[in-house]
C-alpha cells in the first residue's frame, strides 16, 4: 500500500514538474489528435493527462469539455499498465458499461488508448482514440497507435529535457564562475595524480593554462623534492581520512618555486579535490624571521659572554674585593645575564631544531645510559628542591637515540617536574616498550595541567599559570625544544594529567631491531650517510658499504639493501644477486 | 709569584679585557694581549713570551696562519694554545699546538685550563 501510495505521489510529482497541466492548447498536440482521428477514422482523439483527481485533456478533438472527474475517465485506467487499453464495446466491459460517459454525451462505446510516460518512466497519461460506436481494433493499428503516442510522449518530454538542460547550463555556469571566482586555487584531480580540472586561480598561481593543464600528471608541475608527498597524501585520502593538508612547492615555466598550502578531499571514488593557497610570502616571511632569529641570536651571544665573563670576575673579587651592595648588585646582574644567555641558547636551539639544521644522528643506546646522563644533570637541582628522583629503565632494552639530543629532552622533561613538584614528592622518570615502540615517561606529583592545556604546554612561552615564568625561572622553551628533538626521532610527545592530580609527559622513539640488520650501499659519501641515518631512524642497524663487492664479501646476512644508486644502471650489482641477501625487498 | 709571560691574540678587545684580568690576577701570568698576527709577530720579536693563547677566527690572518708565523720565531718549547668555538681540536693539535681551549671560557676556569696544559 504504501509503496503504491509513494509511487503515485512520484507520479503526480514527474507530472507537475512537466508544467503542462493547465496550459492553452498547442498545436504540436493538437496535430496528433488530429492526425490519430483520421488515420482511424473516428470522431474523438484525445491527448490526456491524469492527475491527482481529474482527467485533463492537453488536446481534445471531438469533445467540448477539457476535463472529467478522474472516477470516470478511461484514460485512468489506460495508465494502470503499460500496454495500450482497448475496449472494443463499453457497454459489453462490466467496468464501463455504467459510465455516465458511456451512458451519457459522449456515448463512448469504443477506446483505444496507449499510456504516455515521462523520461523517468512515470505514465502520466494516454493518446487515445474514441467512438461512439463498437469497433474492432486491428494490430496494425495498434501498432500506429502506440507511434503516435510516442510522438506525443516525445512532445511531451521535450519542453523538460529542454528545461532541464538550460538549468544544468545554468548552474554549471553558476558553479564555474564561483569556481573561476574562487581567491584560491582548486583542483580536480584522479586516481592516478592527473588534472581533471583546475580553476583560474591555479592557473595563475603556476602560470599555466587550464587547457594545458588538463591531463597533466600533477607531479610534472610540482617541485622534485615534493613529489613523494602527492601520492601519500592521496593514500591517507583513500584510507578514509576526511581531509589532509600539507606544504608543498610548484616550479612554475620560468623556473620560480610556488610555496602551497594543500588541503584535499576525496570527492568520489578516484577524484580529490585540493584548495591551493599560494603561501610563498608567508614561507618567505618566515625564512626572514628564522633568519632574524638566528642572526640576532648569534650577535647577542658575543657581548652576553663579555658580560657573563666580567661580571663573573667582579663577582669573585678578582679586581679586588666589592663593598657587601655592589658584590649583591653584581651577583643579581650575573644571574640574569646567565638567564638571558640560556634563553638566546635554546631560542636558537630551537629554531636550528625546526629548521632541521640540527644533526639528529640515532644509534643503538641503552636507555640506562640515557637516564644516568640525565640524572648527572638534574640531581643538584632536586636536591635543592627536595625532590626525589627515581629511574627505571630495563637493562636488556636497546632504542635508536641520538643520546646528546634525547638526554636535552630528558633534562627538560625531568627539570620541568622538578620544578612543579613540592618537595618531599618524588618524580619518577621510566622507559618500557609499548606497541613495539620505546615508550619513555616522567611523572610528577604536582599541582597537575588543566585538559585544555595539554597540548599548548608544547608551545613557546606557554605556562599554565602566568605567574610560573618568573617563579619559576624556566625559559619557557624547554617543552618546545623537547618536541622538537622526539619529533626529529620519529617520535610523538603528549602529556597526560588529572588536574591536582599530578602530570605525566611520555614520548615515544624507535626500538632497535637487532634481528634486522640493513646495509647501505652508495657510492657517494654523502649519500651513504644520509642513507644510513633514515635507517637507523626506523630502528635498523646499518652497515654501509663503499661498493656493491664489498657488501658481497660480507658475512653478514640482512633483512634489506638500500641504496639510491640505479639497481639496474649499476655494474657491481649483479654480484650482489649470489651473494648476502636474505630477501631483497623493491 | 709569575708564572710566566704569555702572549695573548684575539682580535676582540673585550675578551682581550677579561681573559688579560683573568689570567694576571688568577694564574698570575704576565699577559701580553695584541689583536692581529703583526702585532703577535712584533711582540714575540720584542720579547719572547713562555706560551702563547691564540684565537682561531680572526680577520685577514686567522689563528693557524699566525700560528704558521710565529713558530718558527718561538723556537721549540714554547706552547701554544688554540682558542675556537668549533668542534675542531683534532685538527689544531694536528698542526702542533699544545692544546686547545673551548670558546665561550669561563673566564675564572682559564688559568686552570692554560696551567694544566703549559705545566711542564
Not at chain 1, 129 to 143: G, H, Y
Not at chain 1, 296 to 314: W, Y
Not at chain 1, 466 to 492: M, Y
Amino acid at each position: 500500500m504504501g509503496v503504491v501510495a509513494t509511487r503515485e505521489a512520484d507520479r503526480l510529482a514527474a507530472l507537475r514538474s512537466l508544467n503542462i497541466l493547465d496550459t492553452p492548447s498547442e498545436e504540436r498536440f493538437d496535430r496528433l489528435t488530429r492526425i490519430a482521428a483520421a488515420a482511424f477514422d473516428a470522431p474523438i482523439s484525445t491527448v490526456t493527462l491524469i492527475d491527482e483527481d481529474r482527467q485533463w485533456h492537453k488536446a481534445c478533438l471531438g469533445v467540448s469539455g477539457r476535463e472529467d472527474d478522474r472516477a470516470v475517465s478511461f484514460s485512468a485506467v489506460a495508465i494502470e499498465r503499460p500496454e495500450p487499453l482497448v475496449v472494443n464495446d463499453a457497454c459489453e466491459d462490466p467496468r464501463f458499461a455504467d459510465n455516465p460517459l458511456v451512458t451519457g454525451a459522449p456515448n463512448i462505446r469504443f477506446y483505444a488508448g496507449q499510456p504516455i510516460t515521462t523520461v523517468d518512466g512515470f505514465r502520466v497519461g494516454t493518446l487515445c482514440v474514441i467512438d461512439t460506436r463498437p469497433r474492432e481494433f486491428s494490430t496494425e493499428q495498434l501498432a500506429l497507435l502506440q507511434d503516435l503516442a510516442r510522438i506525443a510522449e516525445d512532445e511531451l518530454n521535450h519542453k523538460e529535457l529542454a528545461e532541464a538542460l538550460a538549468a544544468w547550463r545554468e548552474s554549471e555556469q553558476r558553479f564555474r564562475a564561483v569556481f573561476d571566482a574562487a581567491a584560491i586555487g582548486i583542483v580536480l584531480v584522479d586516481g592516478t595524480g592527473r588534472f581533471i580540472e583546475v580553476n583560474a586561480a591555479y592557473e595563475a598561481m603556476l602560470g599555466i593554462p587550464a587547457g594545458e593543464l588538463r591531463g597533466l600528471p600533477a607531479a610534472s608541475v610540482t617541485h622534485p623534492a615534493d613529489r613523494d608527498g602527492d601520492p601519500a597524501m592521496y593514500e591517507r585520502l583513500r584510507r578514509g581520512e576526511q581531509r589532509v593538508r600539507r606544504e608543498k612547492r610548484y616550479v612554475r615555466p620560468d623556473g620560480s618555486v610556488v610555496w602551497a598550502s594543500v588541503t584535499a578531499s576525496l570527492l568520489a571514488p578516484g577524484v580529490s579535490i585540493g584548495m591551493v593557497e599560494d603561501i610563498t610570502e608567508r614561507k618567505e616571511i618566515e625564512r626572514i624571521k628564522d633568519e632574524l632569529v638566528s642572526v640576532v641570536g648569534h650577535e647577542l651571544r658575543t657581548p652576553l659572554t663579555s658580560i657573563r665573563g666580567s661580571l663573573g670576575l667582579l663577582e669573585a673579587g678578582v679586581a679586588g674585593a666589592l663593598p657587601p651592595e655592589a658584590q649583591e648588585m653584581v651577583v643579581i646582574a650575573r644571574q640574569n645575564t646567565e638567564r638571558l644567555a640560556r634563553l638566546v641558547d635554546d631560542t636558537l636551539d630551537l629554531e636550528r631544531l625546526q629548521a632541521g639544521r640540527v644533526d639528529v644522528d640515532p644509534r643503538p643506546v641503552r636507555p640506562a645510559e640515557l637516564l644516568a646522563a640525565t640524572a648527572q644533570v638534574v640531581q643538584p637541582v632536586a636536591d635543592e628542591a627536595g625532590v626525589d628522583l627515581r629511574w627505571e629503565a630495563p637493562e636488556s632494552l636497546e632504542l635508536m637515540a641520538d643520546p646528546d639530543r634525547i638526554v636535552q629532552a630528558l633534562v627538560n622533561l625531568v627539570a620541568n617536574a622538578i620544578k612543579f613538584s613540592p618537595a618531599g614528592t618524588c618524580v619518577r622518570t621510566c622507559v618500557e616498550t609499548r606497541d613495539g615502540e620505546a615508550l619513555v615517561s616522567v611523572a610528577d606529583d604536582g599541582r597537575g595541567i588543566p585538559a585544555d592545556q595539554l597540548d599548548a604546554v608544547f608551545e613557546r612561552f606557554q605556562q599554565v599559570d602566568a605567574s610560573d615564568r618568573r617563579e619559576k625561572g624556566g625559559t619557557g622553551l624547554g617543552l618546545a625544544i623537547s618536541r622538537a628533538i622526539v619529533d626529529q626521532h620519529a617520535g610523538r610527545i603528549w602529556a597526560e594529567s588529572e588536574s591536582g592530580q599530578g602530570a605525566t609527559f611520555r614520548f615515544t622513539l624507535p626500538l632497535y631491531r637487532a634481528e634486522g640488520t640493513v646495509a647501505v650501499y652508495d657510492r657517494r659519501a654523502t649519500g651513504r650517510e644520509e642513507l644510513a641515518r633514515a635507517v637507523r631512524r626506523h630502528g635498523r642497524r646499518v652497515l654501509i658499504f663503499e661498493s656493491p663487492e664489498a657488501l658481497a664479501a660480507s658475512s653478514e646476512r640482512f633483512v634489506a639493501v638500500v641504496t639510491d644508486a640505479r639497481l639496474d644502471a649499476d655494474p657491481g650489482v649483479p654480484v650482489l644477486r649470489s651473494g648476502a641477501l636474505g630477501e631483497l625487498p623493491g | 709569584m709569575s708564572a710566566g709571560r704569555l702572549l695573548l691574540v684575539d682580535d676582540e678587545p673585550d675578551i682581550r679585557a677579561i681573559a688579560t684580568m683573568a689570567l694576571e690576577r688568577v694564574g698570575g701570568w704576565e699577559v701580553t694581549g695584541v689583536g692581529s698576527a703583526q702585532e703577535a709577530i712584533d711582540a714575540v720579536n720584542a720579547q719572547r713570551p713562555d706560551a702563547v693563547l691564540l684565537d682561531v677566527m680572526m680577520p685577514d690572518v686567522d689563528g693557524p696562519a699566525t700560528f704558521a708565523r710565529l713558530r718558527p720565531l718561538l723556537g721549540d718549547g714554547v706552547p701554544v694554545i688554540f682558542l675556537t668555538a668549533k668542534p675542531e681540536a683534532e685538527r689544531l693539535l694536528a698542526l702542533g699546538a699544545a692544546g686547545v681551549i673551548a670558546k665561550p671560557f669561563d673566564p675564572l676556569a682559564l688559568p686552570r685550563e692554560v696551567a694544566a696544559i703549559t705545566r711542564r
